[in-house]
């Protein structure tokens, strides 16, 4: 388990990082989210070591980090970069060598990847002749090639189609199976929505949401919808609730948790005074919420 | 997406269900900057540039040795002509000019009249028309009296005129010449050896130039390359920014010095075939000085442009965080012209323009034993003071992805 508790981090004036904490947990997939400048990629820099910490401390199972602990972990930098000159395969041994393997472990691994990503037969081909997506998929090769005990990824999935999106997303899911963090950064939410376990929202340099996707949609009060026969002016009422808009027969109410039941009460209230054609609770998308947190 | 990916999966869930294979995961390599040494080596060495530039100052090496040793075997003939009474003069004349200048030799034809010596010459049957104008010999070529004959023939001309003027008026040349003569000498070394020297030490000079720039340039352009790829992050995850630039460092000079080697040596290969092989052991000792504080020298410089590469973000700032290194390159090229005297004597032992001007000392016979000797180890205190320095410049740089630094930006700058 990757533990980042209060990390903060200044740039002369400006506070690009401020008392960032939360964790990343084993067989989990972590998403980091939030927009341009919000602090993602210094965050994830400074747990890998790459930038000194102004203050707060980065763990790993319980105890401060190593460059030990960082060697084992599979990290992808933002930028997309390799030696543009080198061979793919070539340029893979040489990372593998660097983070300990030998230079025919590292090979057999490369082989397997790039064969998965149906590249195999582009192995010996200088980087700088493949297409954008394809050297994304080799600097992804080259964060999962040691089977390492965590992932920090910045950004994986930008640039990438939709089918390299799901091979990509089948990869980091076997790679939670073996019960390692995984923490990813991205843009796209819809994606984070459905490959993640648990969701980091950051604005501003701070933490405006932490939870499991479920948790951030019920972090607000319950929200229903009720469309009636009738008139629902009466709702506003109704103790217990809270009526968020009120249109004709169409209401928008909200449980204030004063009163446990409430909205069983107003089912019942409803269905007394005629008929109820629907009653709903409203669930908003990742989207609306991300918004919500980081306006 | 098709069978094929899920049959990939399966295979990898049927792993990861079975019991975990031994831990691959990876150890520090224990020595990484051998690992960044041997691909900085190969890039080299499946660089094209690389290995074209390097034939290329082989095979001009070679062909400069191959032409000097091909010219001083060469004699030159010429035909001269003359005509009536000048004939046994001009006979006289061609065997004097061999005994003056070996590789000279002349023909001498005769002609029956001088109108048709002049035509001789015009046709280009004879280089040189040889006659009495008025009291003086007179050589008259089409367009211009080859230098090689002229300067033969004057001497035989001066000397045999002196000769029999001498005789004329009742004494020897040795007589009229005595005491006439001013003899010039040098107290170290020898007269033709210093000229042959201060070449040598001039081609030696620009082969550190150009090597120190090639390299150099190349070696901080790899540098800011990484830094802009930001492969430099994750190889900087994986072993300390020190080992890195380790490797890089001592992969380029290796490369620096055997590439150097090879030139000087077919540099002295090729010499030992011309007339100057006699100074074969004292310039082979000076090549090895030169090649102790190429060594030396060489690490300086590319440690510093290492640093000139860590300070920028992008390609372009390149030209700018390397100006006061270029600068340093050019002042120590031009101090190879410029510096004479105590200058020359003074810098010397300064580092690092040591590197390249004590080696021409040396070349020239001027310097004592002594003195290369406190140069070099000069050398290398600087050079342990440069490679702390920039290891620390490089460390603190080499993530910040800022725009470029200033040195003193990037020696407080916090790590």
């Known amino acids: ?295 | 997406m098709s069978t094929q990916t899920n049959q990939t999966r399966d295979h990898t869930f049927s792993r990861s269900a079975t019991p975990p294979p031994a831990p691959t995961a990876p150890s520090a390599p224990r020595a990484a900057w051998a690992i960044v040494a041997k691909r900085e080596i190969l890039a080299k060495l499946f660089d094209k540039s690389f290995l074209i530039g390097t034939v290329l100052t082989v095979v001009i090496i070679a062909g400069f040795m191959v032409v000097q040793a091909f010219m001083q075997d060469r004699t030159q003939t010429y035909n001269l002509v003359a005509s009536g009474s000048d004939v046994s003069y001009a006979k006289t004349l061609g065997e004097l000019v061999t005994k003056v200048d070996d590789k000279v030799v002349v023909d001498v034809r005769s002609a029956a009249t001088a109108d048709a010596a002049r035509a001789e010459v015009l046709d280009g049957s004879a280089d040189a028309w040889l006659h009495k104008d008025g009291d003086d010999w007179t050589l008259t070529a089409a367009t211009e009296v080859p230098d090689g004959l002229n300067a033969a023939a004057s001497t035989v001309v001066r000397q045999s005129m002196i000769t029999s003027n001498a005789e004329k008026a009742g004494t020897t040349v040795a007589a009229i010449e005595q005491g006439a003569t001013l003899k010039s000498g040098i107290l170290k070394g020898d007269a033709d050896k210093q000229g042959f020297a201060k070449v040598m030490g001039f081609v030696l000079a620009f082969l550190f130039y150009m090597a120190s720039i090639a390299f150099g340039m190349q070696l901080a352009g790899s540098v800011v390359e990484e830094k802009a790829s930001r492969i430099v992050e994750i190889i900087a995850t994986k072993i300390p920014v020190r080992q890195l630039l380790i490797g890089k460092i001592l992969g380029n000079l290796l490369m620096a010095v055997a590439q150097m080697v090879l030139y000087t040596g077919i540099g002295l290969i090729g010499l030992s075939f011309t007339q100057y092989k006699s100074y074969l052991p004292s310039v082979g000792a000076g090549v090895g000085w030169f090649l102790a504080f190429f060594l030396v020298g060489f690490l300086v410089i590319a440690c510093a442009w290492a640093v000139a590469g860590a300070l920028a973000s992008r390609t372009e700032d390149l030209q700018q965080t390397a100006m006061p290194l270029t600068m340093l390159m050019m002042a120590m090229w031009f101090s190879v012209f410029l510096a004479k005297g105590v200058v020359l004597t003074v810098l010397s032992f300064v580092p690092p323009f040591s590197a390249i001007l004590m080696p021409i000392r040396i070349l020239e016979g001027t310097a004592a034993w002594w003195e290369p000797v406190v140069a070099l180890l000069l050398l290398i205190v600087l050079a342990g003071f440069i490679v702390r320095g920039a290891e620390r410049l490089y460390r603190r740089s080499l993530l910040q992805t800022q725009g470029k630094l200033s040195l003193k930006q990037a020696w407080s700058a916090p790590e």
Not at chain 1, 44 to 53: T, W
Not at chain 1, 282 to 295: D, Q
Request: aromatic fraction near 4%; charged fraction near 25%.
């Open chain 1, 1 to 295: 388990m990757i533990e980042i508790q209060g990390l903060t981090r200044r740039f002369g004036d400006i506070t690009a990082v401020d008392d960032v904490s939360f964790s990343v947990h084993d067989g989990h997939m972590t998403g980091f989210v939030g927009g341009n400048g919000a602090g993602k990629t210094t965050t994830m820099r400074m747990a890998m070591g790459l930038l000194g910490i102004d203050a707060g401390r980065v763990l790993w199972n319980g105890r401060p980090i190593t460059d030990a602990d960082r060697r084992r972990t599979g990290y992808m930098p933002e930028e997309r970069g390799l030696y543009p000159k080198q061979k793919i395969v070539d340029q893979l041994t040489y990372l593998g060598e660097l983070s300990g393997m030998s230079a025919s472990t590292a090979r057999a691994a490369i082989m397997e990847h790039l064969e998965r990503f149906g590249l195999a037969d582009r192995a010996d081909d200088r980087v700088e002749k493949l297409s954008l997506g394809n050297q994304q998929r080799v600097q992804i090769i080259a964060a999962l090639m040691t089977q390492p005990d965590a992932l920090i990824l910045d950004e994986p999935f930008s640039g990438l189609d939709p089918t390299a999106v799901d091979s990509m997303a089948d990869l980091l899911r076997e790679h939670t199976a073996r019960g390692i963090p995984v923490l990813f950064s991205s843009h796209q939410l819809d994606l984070v929505e459905r490959l993640c376990d648990h969701l980091v929202v950051l604005a501003k340099g701070r933490v405006v949401a932490d939870g499991t996707v479920d948790q951030l949609r019920n972090r607000g009060p319950e929200r229903y919808r009720l469309v009636l026969g009738s008139d629902a002016g009466w709702v506003r009422d109704v103790p217990g609730i809270h009526a968020v808009d009120v249109d004709g027969a169409r209401a928008v109410i909200e449980l204030t948790g004063e009163l446990p039941g409430a909205d069983q009460a107003l089912l019942r209230a409803a269905m007394s005074r005629g008929e109820v054609k629907e009653f709903a609770r409203i669930i908003a998308p990742l989207s609306e919420i991300y918004r919500e947190v980081t306006a």
